[in-house]
């Protein structure tokens, strides 16, 4: 089991443009957070899916959205990008009717030039 | 709201020297709190969790309630304990994590 797995592992992208970022959960989970790490900070957390469903939500704006797949897979879409979105952003997986340890992906570094 | 505090950015220690990494946390209600750690070019991996009440690499940490605290403890620091350490609380069962900023530790031979 390659554990919790993210693409890219970098990425460029100018102010405006929009990404989608992508997780594969470890195998046997079907439970996504995303969280936003910015340089020198602990992560935030910015939303959770279940079942094809966002669940809990931080406090981010509508530019963030995600989206689950049946193979409960997830993508993470940031539209019109600022520069204070460049971040480490990190995908966690855990298997909700167990227990509620995550699994962290090694995550996806966005540079907004 | 929920918030985890760790006062220290940076503690350097000895190798063989005690450690104490300090965690504070503000939640009304009975949080479950977390140990995570990073090392060197690694993803986050969980520590420990308070209520397995075990010891993991010879660190452990104790809830305090009345203190609301959560502070990990080892008696003698290896020098493979250098990493960062991030201390987080979750409401319970399936909520998300709320994280502190972390602490960087580096063990000095």
């Known amino acids: 089991d390659a554990g919790v797995t993210q693409s890219p592992t970098h990425l460029i992208k100018t102010r405006g443009q929009q990404v989608t970022l992508r997780c594969s959960p470890k195998s046997g989970h079907d439970t996504v957070s995303w969280y936003q790490q910015a340089l020198g900070q602990g992560p935030q957390f910015i939303f959770q899916y279940y079942e094809e469903e966002e669940r809990q939500r931080g406090n981010f704006p509508d530019r963030f959205s995600g989206h689950q797949f049946p193979n409960y897979s997830s993508e993470l879409n940031v539209n019109a990008l600022l520069l204070g979105d460049s971040a480490l952003y990190l995908c966690?997986?855990?298997?909700?009717?167990?227990?509620?340890?995550?699994?962290f992906g090694p995550g996806t570094r966005l540079t907004v030039l | 709201a929920q918030r985890v505090t760790q006062p220290e950015k940076l503690l350097s220690v000895f190798k063989g020297a005690p450690v104490e990494l300090k965690c504070n946390y503000s939640y009304s209600g009975s949080p479950e709190l977390f140990w995570y750690v990073q090392y060197s070019r690694q993803r986050l991996q969980l520590l420990l969790r308070h209520i397995s009440r075990e010891s993991i690499k010879g660190f452990t940490a104790d809830l305090n309630k009345g203190e609301t605290s959560f502070h990990l403890k080892k008696p003698f620091a290896q020098e493979e304990d250098s990493a960062m350490y991030y201390c987080?609380?979750?409401?319970?069962?399936?909520?998300?994590?709320?994280f502190g900023p972390g602490t960087r530790l580096s063990v000095l031979p």
């Open positions: 987080a609380l979750s409401r319970g069962y399936g909520q998300n994590f709320v």
């Open positions: 966690a997986s855990s298997y909700r009717t167990g227990t509620d340890t995550q699994y």
